[in-house]
DNA sequence: GCCGGAAAGCTACGCCTATTAGCCAAAGGT
DNA sequence: ACCTTTGGCTAATAGGCGTAGCTTTCCGGC
């Protein structure tokens, strides 16, 4: 019975390499039979280096959160404002693309009550940082990047989930519309950071 | 030995209960063995009225994604432009809020080439007909509709997915960063009905 | 009023998942 | 060399979907 060599770190590349060959849906099909295959063990053995499935998809979505975090920083890095902004965007949307299963792992909200979530609350968080961080250089008002970075965060995970899911027919002009939308989402930060002219819509504020 | 009177129709009902009980996962967490017990039958007696839980989900979308329209179109009638959007977003993330579980349903994507799923296609397209409808009431030109119809989808859905998902923080604020995002998609759609940069809210003349 | 068949329950089973318990061999430090 | 820790294993429990086959209830036709 000799060894296979695995450890809590093998146990989540092996995770994340299910995760990858399962689609969008990988992150939901991720199962412990399968990395156990995968690792060539018994399901069981798993649990010498893990502590449940749930620690397993926690530890997924950790890295996953903060790989698009990473894609989202260093895509802007050296940029400003509608440029930064659609650097951003695109690294996100890359990332979706590229690795959809980890992107949906992102997806995963952190129970706020719940400790052993306290990773995932902190990546989340590192996250929106980079968010605020480009929306800053519009000179948005303090109590408007908030909504800004819901307005952007929403756009964009809305598409890119749209897109995922299939939602999409006419594949060729899907680029194009993300360009819209992103436009949309400039010009509409850009108006919140400076709503003086006549455009300001219909939207005042409460 | 007493029958419990089910039918298809029951059954798809009390599927409904456990979705709607089950909060956002409630939908994810959809099993027969729930639907039964709210039955009061053996989990197997289920299979007299339903082909299998595969079939008992899509049964629960269709209705999802016909309520989700119903509920756009009813809020848009009678109105028109940036109106019109506003209330048929609004009807969407209420219907979101109301029915977490529900909404959820309406996100999975029919399969383009499964018979099965004929009229979960259906149900989709007639939902972005209201879509559609409402955004041509800005005089976009013909190529431009379908961006638009992208733009307004991935923000409102975005949004909602990341509030159900526990993804804001700050709860008080989220009504009024809706209502931004919202007035950044009428302006971005009214843009781009009239796109010069002098006047961007307008979107009414053709 | 009876009776036969269809419909609607049931139990038993097979196969999949996660997870726990307890055993045994391999690695490695002393 | 030994002996402890560690990392595998098998066996078993519990819960999920789905199938097979049995039994009971209901209803329509006589």
Redesign the pocket.
């Known amino acids: 019975?000799?060894?296979?060599?695995?450890?809590p770190d093998?146990v989540v590349r092996l995770a994340l390499e299910v995760v990858d060959a399962g689609g969008p849906s990988g992150f939901a099909d991720?199962?412990?039979?399968?990395?156990?295959?995968r690792?060539?063990?018994?399901?069981?053995?798993?649990?010498?280096?893990?502590?449940?499935?749930?620690?397993?998809r926690r530890e997924v979505t950790v890295i996953a959160v903060r790989e698009l975090t990473a894609a989202g920083t260093s895509a802007t890095v050296g940029r400003a404002g509608a440029d930064a902004l659609h650097a951003l965007a695109d690294a996100w949307r890359r990332y979706a693309l590229a690795h959809p299963g980890r992107y949906a792992a992102t997806q995963i909200g952190a129970d706020p009550d719940d400790p052993a979530d306290a990773v995932h609350r902190a990546a989340g968080e590192e996250s929106v940082r980079t968010v605020v961080s480009v929306l800053r250089g519009f000179g948005l008002p303090d109590e408007r990047v908030v909504d800004a970075v819901r307005a952007v965060r929403a756009g964009v995970h809305g598409f890119v989930t749209l897109e995922l899911g299939a939602g999409f027919r006419m594949r060729e002009d899907v680029d194009q519309s993300f360009t819209v939308l992103l436009d949309m989402l400039v010009a509409g930060v850009a108006a919140l950071a400076a709503p003086d002219p006549a455009q300001a819509t219909t939207g005042s504020d409460r």
């Open positions: 019975m000799p060894r296979a060599g695995l450890s093998v991720l199962t412990l039979a399968k990395v156990a295959a690792a060539g063990v018994a399901a069981p053995s798993l649990y010498k280096h893990v502590g449940s499935l749930a620690d397993l």
